[in-house]
């Protein structure tokens, strides 16, 4: 079956755009992740969503990143005023649910490359 | 100082050693401590997860979790060509989930 897939793959913006990263989780799949891995780096919890509602967004670094995930299954990641530090891979993850440890099935990330 | 803590290597042995990866951790609230594989330009894969001190064993990986020295190991016995990517140990407090930097291996034939 399909996996969690996002776009683009790559996005190259300059310094000040606003850019829009996009997640599709597995289809019944309520809890939803963006992480942030830098070179060399592990993924950095950025922000959970269970359905709808974002649970959990202590990781946002700062007020130009913001998350929506409006009818409760894609997710969108905008970074405003975009910055050289905000070049990264970002990545989401789905899993079934809250309860317990659910399995986190990881998309092959957008790398975002800030000229 | 970092929630989690893994020599990023870089790893490099002889198909059929035995590799050993670590990582050690400070907060003793974490809950689950897991193991991903991540392939270059791939997201992480789950290999295994444990909940509680002791071993946990699949196949040719061994996860061991020491809860009173807040240390973590993954052993890959028979190591293979295609054992070759980043190991990332990760642990979770509720939903935040906390990953190492990630140890290369390369498992030369």
């Known amino acids: 079956g399909a996996g969690v897939s996002q776009t683009p793959s790559n996005k190259v913006t300059e310094k000040g755009k606003y850019v829009e990263l996009r997640c599709d989780p597995i289809s019944g799949h309520t809890a939803l992740y963006w992480y942030r891995q830098s070179l060399g780096q592990g993924p950095e919890f950025l922000i959970y969503f269970q359905g709808t509602g974002a649970a959990d967004d202590s990781g946002l670094p700062n007020d130009r990143f913001f998350a929506v995930r409006p009818e409760g299954s894609v997710s969108t990641l905008k970074i405003q005023r975009t910055e050289r530090g905000d070049s990264a891979v970002y990545l989401c993850a789905s899993s079934l649910g809250p309860q317990g440890l659910n399995e986190q099935f990881f998309g092959p990330g957008t790398r975002l490359t800030v000229l | 100082q970092k929630e989690v803590e893994q020599d990023p290597g870089p790893l490099s042995v002889p198909e059929g050693a035995i590799v050993s990866l670590n990582c050690t951790y400070s907060n003793s609230a974490f809950q689950y401590f897991m193991w991903y594989r991540q392939y270059s330009r791939k997201g992480p894969e789950l290999l295994m997860y444990?909940?509680?001190?002791g071993n946990k064993e699949d196949g040719r990986f061994t996860a061991q979790v020491d809860k009173s020295s807040k240390y973590i190991s993954l052993f890959i016995r028979d190591s293979q060509p295609s054992d070759s990517a980043t190991y990332l140990c990760?642990?979770?407090?509720?939903?935040?989930?906390?990953f190492g930097t990630g140890t290369s291996l390369t498992v030369i034939p």
């Open positions: 444990t909940y509680s001190s």
């Open positions: 990760a642990m979770n407090t509720g939903n935040q989930f906390y």
